[in-house]
């Protein structure tokens, strides 16, 4: 089937949808709707407020679990396994990401544990291997909205891609339950009428299982008492309640409370996503899916923008193991679900739209109505932020800051924030970790029009980059509003610097003979990053980001696996088995990566390049009396060693070159390995520390210079 015209702007209001529900249904989750009523009264909106919306396992899954399409070489070979793989590759060791309630308790853990040891997808979600208990509960729907996102009015793809991401954690109705949301909301796309859109859904899962029960026997309510909603919930607790199903949060009650919301909602968003939320149960879940179907089917012009969408302002905090991808707004996850659904639709992107899907995806560019990309603003005055299409240097929209009452002499700044910390945010909800956006020798561009000012007022805009460690102002060139029309502006960061970016953006001001209050208007377009990072991490200035106490690690980095802390300057990292850990961004290509290593206890510690997740990178250093090169492609295998004999507590200077397919390892200044990988070489990723087989290695300084 043909791409729908309007894709790109509803796969948009689709992944907005969903991010609401999930923040909607967050504060109540595990409510019941007596407690909800009792507390609320009628809930209609946000039940809290938050200074950044933490993370969520129902927003981390479909992320990240999607990216399978990619990362598998092969779509036309595309199996559960690669869903597995990504599950694998992207989620740290039994930390943040989903909950991980044990093994015969958490279903999600219980199948990541299937899969580490061997038992491969679908086996590892199924009933055969888990029981009927674990295998249904309510995972195999909350993560699968993407599916139908790249599969836009194609159900028949929906299903069969649902099918296989479904099974790798779960079986039976847990996997049906996925396939009728996947098709929902792939029919989202071309249906206008969400009761078409549910019929249609069911005829791909078995007419005689418990989940079609479940959802015809609301149908079949609602068309007897179409006016009460509260009528058909007491009517599902009595029959479908959580004491009809074992285990911690089975999918049948919650399949219940969607389709009523979406019956009973009568093609409102707004209405449905409230219904969904006074039900009570699994509240983010339930929320999220009926969000998600919802904001497909009604566009974003049917999301009400300053009730629902302000508050998140474009972002969404994950927490994966690449920091990088864990401070994305909404646009990159909605540009990277609709590069799929034309790649699998063997369609090329509208022309507008290619350059962006193709070579800016993680830039701002204001293309979809409404959004921001998480711009934010710092000033003494008034200020107004809206997406709008008055202006635009490329495309056909930008943002349009305005700022009332602005004083002359007064500095208003606008930004996007590149590295977040435990300070912007109220708790640690999924644990999230971050790597920055920008480094140290990269390029800052913005495209800023100015609108001239009135009395004698004249206005200025500046790019600006903020350090996180120092923070320290750098300001680029100063340009005016007398100078009319678009104006390309851009600032390199100094290469060589031992601090972090934190802010990238632009500064407002003006001045004026006299008094002058006159608002100053600007649009701001096409912000984004170039050029080879060059930068050190001083583990002297670098401090732990504590969230609370079972919730410290090291700024800049993403755990995966093992015990870390900062002492007297040094980065230490040790494990029972294997501990490794992340930092940088996940596009780097050829760069070189230098660190001290001090091995204390064991044999095996290393420094890694092109980490593309847990389970792809390369990782240089020294395992049992041997320097060596070793490739992690989905379990680690050795490039290619030498013998090299290693003093523990003494200092090494290990660097790692990697450039297109060729790889080199020097000692203290010494070339001593080489390898060129023609084997699918992974060609680009962050970088890392790991250490291996219990043992314990302190990290000097790291650095990281771009080639080319």
């Known amino acids: 089937m043909k791409i729908p015209q309007d894709y790109l702007r509803r796969v948009y209001a689709g992944w907005l949808g969903k991010v609401i529900g999930i923040r909607l249904g967050a504060p109540i989750e595990g409510w019941s709707y007596e407690m909800i009523r009792n507390t609320f009264g009628e809930l209609n909106g946000y039940p809290a407020s938050y200074k950044n919306f933490a993370a969520d396992d129902d927003s981390n899954g479909p992320l990240f679990f999607i990216r399978a399409l990619e990362d598998c070489g092969d779509i036309g070979r595309f199996d559960a396994q690669d869903v597995a793989n990504a599950l694998l590759n992207y989620a ?8 991980w309630g044990g093994y015969g308790v958490s279903t999600e853990h219980t199948a990541y544990l299937n899969l580490r040891n061997g038992i491969p997808a679908p086996r590892s979600g199924s009933i055969e291997q888990n029981g009927s208990t674990m295998a249904e509960q309510i995972g195999g729907q909350i993560f699968i909205d993407p599916w139908g996102l790249v599969a836009p009015g194609n159900p028949e793809l929906a299903a069969k891609l649902a099918e296989k991401a479904a099974s790798v954690t779960h079986g039976g109705n847990g996997v049906y339950g996925g396939v009728f949301i996947a098709c929902c909301v792939s ?6 009428d969400v009761r078409t859109v549910m019929e249609k859904a069911l005829g791909f899962i078995p007419a005689d299982c418990e989940y079609t029960k479940v959802v015809r026997a609301v149908m079949d309510f609602y068309d007897r008492n179409p006016d009460n909603w509260r009528a058909c919930f007491d009517f599902l607790h009595d029959n479908f309640g959580y004491d009809k199903y074992p285990g911690n949060c089975h999918i049948i009650p919650n399949a219940g409370v969607i389709a009523l919301s979406l019956l009973y909602g009568r093609g409102s968003y707004s209405d449905t996503i409230n219904i969904c939320n006074m039900c009570g149960w699994d509240t983010d879940c339930n929320v999220g899916n009926a969000g998600c179907i919802m904001g497909v089917l009604v566009g974003i012009e049917g999301i009400d923008y300053e009730k629902y969408a302000a508050p998140i302002n474009d972002f969404l905090a994950s927490s994966s ?5 864990n401070a994305t707004d909404l646009p990159f996850g909605a540009s990277y679900f609709a590069k799929l659904g034309y790649m699998l639709a063997g369609e090329e992107p509208p022309k507008e739209w290619q350059g962006i899907l193709n070579d800016r995806i993680d830039s701002c560019h ?6 921001t990309h998480a711009i934010r603003g710092r000033s003494q005055s008034r200020f107004h932020i809206l997406n709008t299409d008055e202006q635009a240097n490329t495309g056909s929209r930008s943002l349009k800051i305005t700022v009332f009452n602005g004083r002359p002499g007064s500095e208003h700044y606008f930004y996007k924030q590149t590295y977040y910390g435990p300070e912007d945010f109220d708790d640690s909800r999924y644990d999230p970790f971050f ?3 920008c480094y140290p020798g990269q390029t800052v561009h913005m495209s800023v029009m100015l609108e001239q000012g009135k009395n004698g ?4 805009a500046q790019p600006y980059v903020k350090l996180g460690i120092s923070g320290e102002i750098l300001r680029g060139e100063k340009v005016s509003a007398a100078e009319p029309g678009w104006k390309e502006l851009s600032l390199t960061i100094p290469a060589g610097l031992s601090d972090r970016v934190d802010e990238t953006g632009v500064i407002l001001s003006c001045t004026a003979k006299g008094f002058a209050m006159d608002p100053i208007t600007a649009y701001l377009d096409d912000l984004y990053y170039d050029g080879q990072s060059d930068y050190k991490i001083d583990f002297n200035r670098e401090r732990m980001a504590v969230w609370h106490n079972l919730h410290q690690d090291v700024h800049q980095f993403a755990r995966l696996k093992g015990h870390t802390y900062l002492e007297d300057g040094w980065l230490s990292l040790s494990c029972g088995d294997f501990g490794e850990m992340y930092t940088g961004h996940y596009n780097w290509t050829d760069y070189s990566f230098e660190g001290t290593l001090k091995p204390l206890t064991g044999e095996d510690c290393f420094l890694n390049v092109r980490v593309q997740g847990a389970m792809r990178s390369y990782a240089a250093g020294f395992s049992k009396g041997r320097l060596v090169l070793d490739k992690n492609y989905y379990g680690y295998s050795t490039l290619c060693d030498r013998e090299f004999a290693v003093e523990p507590g003494r200092e090494y200077k290990v660097e790692v070159s990697a450039c297109g397919d060729m790889l080199q390892v020097s000692v203290d200044g010494v070339k001593l390995l080489e390898h060129r990988d023609t084997d699918s070489p992974l060609l680009t990723g962050s970088v890392g520390v790991s250490v291996r087989g219990g043992s314990h290695c302190l990290y000097g300084s790291l650095s990281v210079r771009g080639h080319g």
């Open 457 to 460: 007022v004249e206005v200025f």
């Open 187 to 192: 029919l989202a796309f071309v249906e206008k």
């Open 321 to 325: 193991v690449i920091g990088s991808l």
């Open 92 to 99: 740290p060791f039994e930390h943040g990401f989903f909950w």
């Open 366 to 371: 204001f293309e979809y109505p409404a959004s």
């Open 435 to 437: 790597s920055p956006l």
